[in-house]
Nanobody
Framework: QVQLVESGGGLVQAGGSLSVSCAASGRTFSNYAMGWFRQAPGKEREFVAG????????RYAKSVKGRFTISRDNAKNTVYLQMNSLKPEDTAVYYCAARYSDYVWAVVDEYRYWGQGTQVTVSS
């Protein structure tokens, strides 16, 4: 089992920045690819960004590429999502997820472990 706990969400104005974190426990963190997903009210959960086990491979959704940066610190068992130039359409609950894999999947169903989510609200 892998336990994931997100933190760092909040309210920010459009154009601002916010960083969310996800602390993992339970298994060897460096064996897992990590992903960030988000879900807005009335919408399906969607992929935002992913990172492989050692951080040398990342993937981003087109909607956030160039604005968001995913990173990880295996010594701290933590994955981060730095969000810049935030837009109101980035408002959602942000979830981190883990999969025992080196490949960075961009599909919800490929991830076995999920955090409880953290709310990010961007005001216009």
């Amino acid at each position: 089992q892998v336990q994931l706990v997100e933190s760092g969400g909040g309210l920010v104005q459009a154009g601002g920045s916010l960083s969310v974190s996800c602390a993992a426990s339970g298994r060897t963190f460096s064996n897992y690819a990590m992903g960030w997903f988000r879900q807005a009210p009335g919408k399906e959960r969607e992929f935002v960004a992913g990172i492989n086990w050692n951080g040398d491979s990342t993937r981003y959704a087109k909607s956030v590429k160039g604005r968001f940066t995913i990173s990880r610190d295996n010594a701290k068992n933590t994955v981060y999502l730095q969000m810049n130039s935030l837009k109101p359409e980035d408002t959602a609950v942000y979830y981190c997820a883990a999969r025992y894999s080196d490949y960075v999947w961009a599909v919800v169903d490929e991830y076995r472990y999920w955090g409880q989510g953290t709310q990010v609200t961007v005001s216009s």
